[in-house]
C-alpha cells in the first residue's frame, strides 16, 4: 500500500513539472501564434459579434437576437 | 550634497524594521530569527542564473529583437530593453530578490505604457478624448479589464456590448487570447508581471524612501471589496447592456482616454475618473507603500484571482519555518497576508505572486510552489551546486515564465517609448507621425 503511494505521489510530483516546463514553452508558442492568424480563425468559430451604437455610446440591440 | 533618493529604496532588505509594527501586533514576544548577513531568499547558483539567464535572453532576443526585423530603429530600441531585461534577470536569479528587482521591470513597464499610449491615440485619430463618431465607429480599444463584464451578455445576447472591433490590434479576440495565455501561463501572477496598470501602482508604492501611513489598524476585510465590485460590475454591465466600469469607475481612464466631456454627465464621470486615479494609484500607494488600486479596488484584478486557480502556482507558507511574526503582513503589497491567513499558513487568494513576503520573510518561510508538489524543506542551501535541481525549481520555472511572458508583452510598449523619448529629446515632441 505503502509502495502505490509513494509511486503515485512521486508520479504527481513528475506530472507536475512537466506540466510547469510545457507553461514556460507555451508563453513564446502563444505569441507566435498570435502573429499566425489563429487567433482569427478561432474567434470566427465563436458566436458574438460586434455591437452597433449609437454617438451617444448605447448598444443598439436587436431584442430578436436574443438566445433562446 | 543633494541627498539622491532611491526609488526602490523599499526593496532593501530592512527586514525587522520594515515588519515591526505588525509583527508587533501579531506576535510581540517573538524574535524573528533573522541574523544580519545571512541568506534567507532562494537564490541560484552562478552556473544555473547565467544559464536561466542566457535561456530567457534568447527567448526574448527572438521574439523582440527578431520580430522587429524589418524597422531597424525598432530593433535597435527592443535590443536596449532585452539587454534591461537581461541584467534584471541575472540578478533576479542570482540574488534571489525577486520583488526588488521585478519592481524596476513593472515600473518601466507602466510608464512607458502611458507615455506610449497616449500619443499613439493621437497619432492614430488625431484627438484623445473619444466622440461618438469614434465609438460608433467602434474605434474604442479594449483592454482586459472589461473582459468580465462582456462574457454574460455575449453569452446570452451573442453581442459584445464595448464598442470595439472584434479583430483589430486592440479589438476584442486578441485580447481575450492574451487573457488566457496569461491566466493559463501566469495565473494571479498576471497582476505583478503582465499587467500595464499593475505597473503604475507599483511605481507609485516604490517612490517615497518611507511608509507615511501606517497601516496598523488596517481593516483587511476591505481586500474583499473587489470581488464584491466585480460581482456588482457584471451584474450591473448585463442589466444596463453598458461597460459600466468603463463608464463610471476607471482610474485608468484618468491617463489612458476619455469620452469627450459635451455634458454634465460625462463630466462627473471624467472626475470621478481623474478622483480614483489620484487617490487610489497616486497618494494612497505614495503614502502607504502598497498598491492600493490592486489590492483595494480592482475587479479584474478579483477575477483574475479565480481564473488564476487554474494555474498550477502558489505562494505556500511553510508551517515548519513560519513563526508568525507578522513581518510579511505588513509589506504585502495586495494586503494578501493577515493574521487569519498567517494562522493557517497560508496566503489570500488576492496573492499576486510578486515575491515581496519572501524577501522579508527572516526564516525562509515563503516560497513559489507547485500545486501537489512538496515544499522545498531546506530553502536554497538544498539544491546549491545541483545544477538542474536549481533548474527546475519551481521559483526558478514561475519567474522564468512571468519574465518571458512580462518581457515579450511589454516588449513594443516599451521599444516604442524608448524611441518617443529620443524623438522629443531631439525635436521636442512624443508623436512619431
Ligand atoms: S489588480 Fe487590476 S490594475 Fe492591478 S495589476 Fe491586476 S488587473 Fe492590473
Ligand atoms: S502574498 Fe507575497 S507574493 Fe503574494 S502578493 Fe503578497 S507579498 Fe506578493
Ligand atoms: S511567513 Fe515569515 S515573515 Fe511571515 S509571519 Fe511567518 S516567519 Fe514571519
Not at chain 2, 465590485?229 to 482616454?257: D, G, H, N, Q, R
Not at chain 2, 513563526?323 to 495586495?334: D, L
Request: net charge positive; proline share 5%.
Amino acid at each position: 500500500m505503502n509502495t502505490i503511494r509513494k509511486f503515485f505521489v512521486a508520479a504527481r510530483i513528475k506530472l507536475m513539472y512537466l506540466i510547469a516546463v510545457l507553461l514556460v514553452l507555451l508563453v513564446p508558442l502563444m505569441f507566435f501564434a498570435f502573429g499566425s492568424g489563429i487567433v482569427e480563425k478561432i474567434g470566427r468559430k465563436i458566436p458574438i459579434r460586434e455591437g452597433t451604437f449609437s454617438a451617444t455610446g448605447e448598444l443598439q440591440l436587436d431584442r430578436g437576437d436574443i438566445r433562446k | 550634497m543633494k541627498e539622491t533618493v532611491n526609488p526602490f529604496a523599499d526593496a532593501k532588505p530592512r527586514l525587522s524594521r520594515r515588519g515591526r509594527e505588525a509583527r508587533l501586533r501579531v506576535n510581540p514576544e517573538q524574535a524573528p530569527a533573522f541574523m544580519p548577513g545571512s541568506r534567507r531568499v532562494d537564490s541560484h547558483s552562478r552556473g544555473s542564473s547565467i544559464f536561466l539567464t542566457a535561456l530567457l535572453f534568447l527567448f526574448l532576443g527572438f521574439m523582440l529583437i527578431g520580430g522587429n526585423r524589418r524597422n531597424p530603429r525598432m530593433m535597435a530600441a527592443s535590443a536596449v530593453y532585452v539587454v534591461f531585461l537581461t541584467v534584471l534577470a541575472y540578478l533576479i536569479f542570482r540574488t534571489g530578490f525577486v520583488s526588488r528587482y521585478r519592481s524596476i521591470f513593472f515600473s518601466a513597464y507602466g510608464l512607458a505604457f502611458v507615455l506610449g499610449f497616449i500619443p499613439m491615440l493621437l497619432e492614430q485619430r488625431g484627438h484623445l478624448a473619444l466622440t461618438g463618431q469614434d465609438i460608433a465607429n467602434l474605434d474604442t480599444p479594449l483592454c482586459h479589464l472589461t473582459i468580465p463584464m462582456l462574457i454574460v451578455p455575449g453569452l446570452v445576447y451573442g453581442v459584445l456590448i464595448f464598442p470595439t472591433k472584434l479583430f483589430s490590434d486592440l479589438g476584442f479576440f486578441p485580447m481575450l487570447f492574451l487573457w488566457l495565455g496569461a491566466t493559463l501561463t501566469i495565473g494571479k501572477g498576471w497582476c505583478s508581471w503582465g499587467c500595464f496598470y499593475g505597473g503604475l501602482d507599483e511605481f507609485f508604492s516604490k517612490l517615497l524612501p518611507k511608509r507615511r501611513l501606517s497601516s496598523r489598524n488596517f481593516n483587511y476585510k476591505l481586500r474583499w471589496f473587489p470581488f464584491a465590485l466585480l460581482a456588482v460590475i457584471v451584474l450591473w454591465a448585463f442589466l444596463a447592456l453598458e461597460p459600466v466600469y468603463c463608464s463610471w469607475l476607471c482610474p485608468f481612464k484618468a491617463v489612458t482616454e476619455f469620452v469627450k466631456p459635451v455634458n454634465l454627465l460625462i463630466w462627473i464621470q471624467t472626475g470621478l475618473f481623474i478622483a480614483l486615479f489620484l487617490g487610489l494609484v497616486v497618494v494612497l500607494p505614495l503614502l502607504m507603500k502598497r498598491r492600493t488600486q490592486c489590492g483595494l479596488f480592482c475587479p479584474f484584478g478579483a477575477f483574475q484571482s479565480l481564473a488564476g486557480l487554474v494555474n498550477p502556482y502558489r505562494v505556500r507558507v511553510d508551517k515548519d519555518k513560519c513563526t508568525q511574526c507578522g513581518a510579511c503582513v505588513a509589506e504585502c503589497p495586495t494586503f494578501s497576508i493577515t493574521e487569519e491567513t498567517l494562522a493557517k499558513h497560508k496566503v489570500s487568494i488576492s496573492c499576486a505572486r510578486c515575491g515581496r513576503c519572501m524577501e522579508v520573510c527572516p526564516r525562509g518561510a515563503i516560497q513559489y510552489a507547485l500545486l501537489g508538489v512538496p515544499l522545498r524543506g531546506g530553502t536554497e542551501t538544498a539544491a546549491r551546486g545541483r545544477f538542474w535541481k536549481e533548474v527546475v525549481r519551481p521559483d526558478s520555472l514561475f519567474v522564468f515564465a512571468a519574465l518571458l511572458f512580462g518581457g515579450i508583452i511589454s516588449g513594443g510598449m516599451v521599444a516604442s517609448s524608448l524611441l518617443r523619448i529620443l524623438h522629443f529629446v531631439q525635436t521636442g515632441s512624443l508623436l512619431l507621425k
